[in-house]
């Protein structure tokens, strides 16, 4: 087993972590969690468990500014996971009977928007009265905003990132961690990275020579002892490329912050908002992570299924019927090993293009990520300042964030757009942004009538689709082309819609508008003077619609 196996087979066997640099800290691997460590100098015992719980709350107080641990956002845990934590019973200040920590059953928990309880963990399923509670803190200090998980390598970046050095249960790993990642002076990778000389893509071929494929593919012992082979040599290359782009995954992981810092969102905002907002960060962030955790853990979950597999291969002496149970494993379909290593190697070369793409867009990637979060913090404070307070802006600027997101996508997922271009779009939607926001702030100084509130937004609206006329003829690839004239349609298409609202009641308009909804400018994305022609019939047949109502 390789060093770095050791180390993420260490990190899966053990759910609870000290740290050899911080003795002030216990961490969770299955939560994120840190937790105060009590057999430090900490006062957790007895406090006065009454309405106010004063004493609890300066307590926390007095942590945070003593900076405990070099943390200064502890905080009382909520009641599932206090349970959460001692439930199996491993928690290493687990002592004396029940659910005890540190042979001490009251303990302070805390109810969001509500305030400081207590749970007594001698009972399953309900609290006893008591007049002193003890106390411990908890924080979210390691753990990521978003996407945690606990699998071993998302862990082991964990412990990376906060440069700290856990306490391993398998000895030699301790040994091995400390070599790879805490000695920085004479750790092995760092030295040899300006000796290696990486190639763009993985190529698995060099590997795949080594072995001989017709006979690993005729035969289940050959094939899985292969997988479990091929697999250690693999994740050796990608330690390599680890290695090399080691100060690439520096910077990115500063930027990373970023995405998955918290908002705070305040009173107003409706579900379907906070949701828009927590989906485009999520998603933003799975576009630009480099894949490198799920090619680790997929690989080590082939080496562990084939070697399951092997393992059962070696038992079939003790079978009863040796021959029958023989030729069931040898019916056991499996992939072709060629197969196999071209997956493998796709996956990797997946995850390495997503480094190159970075090396050579770092300004751009920086931009995206600034832009979700200058967009994501106006949206929530034009909300929650009341300054426009009307459900049809609300709609509308909804639309319009929701729209933030897809070009992105189509950016970084297709070669067919730019990353020029995309941040020219980007800004054209802005603008849009803002001319809505200004249409409805005016609008509180005078009255006005819908039809005329309508046909002033079909002018913004018109601005808008004017300016991404001339991006969508700029693109070269047709794919591009189709793809900006849906995305500009469905924000164009939201005045029309809108109108029909208003006056559904009238048979004719509801035709001429519909007649509006039914127009497809994608046939005309081949010429520009046509497409401008049939961009300018829409228009007067939107002010006429206009016209019939007012004079009807």
């Not at 060093?3 to 961490?27: C, G, M, S």
């Not at 001490?104 to 309880?117: A, D, M, Q, R, V």
Request: proline fraction near 3%.
């Amino acid at each position: 087993m390789d060093d770095l196996n050791l180390i993420l087979v260490a990190i899966q066997n053990q759910r609870w972590y000290f740290f050899e640099n911080n003795d002030k800290i216990i961490f969770d691997r299955f939560s994120g969690l840190i937790w105060i460590n009590l057999n430090q100098i900490f006062p957790y015992k007895n406090y006065r468990a009454n309405n106010s719980y004063k004493e609890v709350h300066d307590l926390v107080k007095n942590t945070n500014e003593k900076n405990w641990g070099g943390y200064n956002n502890w905080r009382v845990p909520e009641k599932n996971e206090i349970m959460d934590m001692i439930d199996d019973k491993t928690f290493p200040l687990h002592t004396g009977s029940n659910w005890r920590i540190n042979n001490l059953n009251c303990w302070c928990i805390e109810y969001p928007n509500y305030g400081f309880s207590y749970r007594d963990l001698d009972f399953e399923d309900h609290n006893n009265p008591t007049d002193y509670v003890n106390v411990i803190l908890c924080s979210d200090a390691l753990k990521p905003a978003e996407n945690f998980s606990s699998k071993p390598q998302a862990i082991l970046n964990i412990f990376k990132i906060n440069k700290l050095i856990p306490k391993f249960d398998i000895p030699e790993a301790n040994i091995i961690y400390k070599k790879l990642f805490a000695d920085e002076p004479q750790q092995p990778a760092k030295v040899e990275t300006s000796k290696i000389n990486l190639p763009a893509k993985f190529d698995y071929k060099p590997l795949l020579a080594k072995y001989d494929t017709a006979a690993i593919n005729q035969s289940p012992v050959k094939f899985y002892k292969a997988v479990i082979s091929v697999a250690d040599e693999i994740l050796n290359d990608v330690q390599k490329i680890l290695a090399a782009h080691s100060k690439t995954f520096e910077e990115f992981s500063q930027l990373s912050l970023k995405i998955n810092a918290p908002y705070s969102y305040g009173l107003w905002l409706e579900y379907k908002e906070k949701s828009l907002l927590e989906n485009r960060r999520r998603t933003l962030a799975k576009l630009f992570e480099f894949g490198f955790d799920e090619v680790i853990e997929n690989i080590l979950a082939l080496k562990d299924e084939a070697g399951k597999l092997s393992a059962e291969c070696k038992n079939f002496m003790y079978a009863e019927n040796i021959l029958a149970e023989l030729a069931r494993i040898e019916s056991k379909p499996h992939v072709s090993f060629e197969f196999l290593m071209e997956s493998i190697a796709e996956s990797v070369t997946v995850a390495q293009d997503k480094i190159n793409f970075f090396n050579e867009n770092k300004k751009f990637v920086a931009a995206i990520i600034d832009a979700q979060e200058v967009w994501s913090t106006d949206y929530i404070s034009s909300i929650n300042s009341g300054k426009i307070n009307y459900t049809d802006w609300r709609k509308l600027r909804f639309a319009i964030e929701s729209n933030f997101l897809p070009p992105v996508e189509f950016a970084l997922k297709e070669n067919a757009l730019s990353t020029e271009t995309l941040l020219q779009v980007l800004e054209i939607l802005r603008e849009y942004k803002f001319a809505v926001d200004d249409f409805y702030i005016d609008k509180n100084a005078k009255l006005s009538r819908d039809f005329e509130d309508e046909s002033e937004l079909y002018k913004l609206a018109e601005t808008f689709q004017s300016k991404m006329q001339k991006i969508i003829f700029a693109c070269e690839k047709a794919s591009a082309r189709v793809f900006l004239q849906k995305w500009a349609d469905n924000l164009t298409d939201i005045s029309i819609y809108k109108f029909e609202d208003y006056y559904r009641d009238t048979d004719e308009i509801k035709t001429k508008i519909l007649e509006l909804q039914c127009q497809n400018f994608i046939t005309y994305l081949a010429d520009y003077d046509l497409y401008s022609a049939e961009m300018e019939k829409r228009r007067q047949n939107f002010f006429a619609v206009v016209s019939f109502r007012q004079n009807n």
